[in-house]
């Protein structure tokens, strides 16, 4: 069983910056990748970031390239994304996510690639 727990969401008005952070807890396993998830409401939940847990690389959907980074303290088990030029199409509950398993970097943002999810944080940005 793995835990996961996001901390950091908020209100913020559009331009602003926020940090997100996700601590995992330690476990036998290490995971392979970690990812931040977002749903907006009524719509469907959607990837945001990932990166390697090994080699640090990262990868980013279109919408958030350029302002939000994904970044992980390994010897903390923390994962870290921070958003900044936040605008009001951001808004949505935030999750992180994990792997244990190697998933090609073309599969790094689908849902179904991640086995265990942390509660969310929301994250609502004015206009």
């Known amino acids: 069983q793995e835990d996961l727990v996001e901390s950091g969401g908020g209100s913020v008005q559009a331009g602003g910056s926020l940090k997100l952070s996700c601590a995992v807890s330690?476990?036998?396993?290490?995971?392979?990748?970690l990812g931040w998830f977002r749903q907006a409401p009524g719509k469907e939940r959607e990837g945001v970031a990932a990166?390697?847990?090994?080699?640090?690389?990262?990868y980013y959907a279109d919408s958030v390239k350029g302002r939000f980074t994904i970044s992980q303290d390994n010897a903390k088990n923390t994962l870290y994304l921070q958003m900044n030029s936040l605008k009001p199409e951001d808004t949505a509950i935030y999750y992180c996510?994990?792997?244990?398993?190697?998933?090609?970097?073309?599969?790094?943002?689908?849902?179904?690639?991640?086995?265990?999810w942390g509660q969310g944080t929301q994250v609502t940005v004015s206009s």
């Open positions: 996510a994990e792997t244990v398993a190697w998933v090609p970097s073309y599969r790094l943002l689908s849902t179904d690639s991640y086995n265990y």
């Open positions: 990166i390697y847990t090994g080699d640090g690389s990262t």
């Open positions: 330690k476990s036998f396993v290490r995971p392979y990748c």
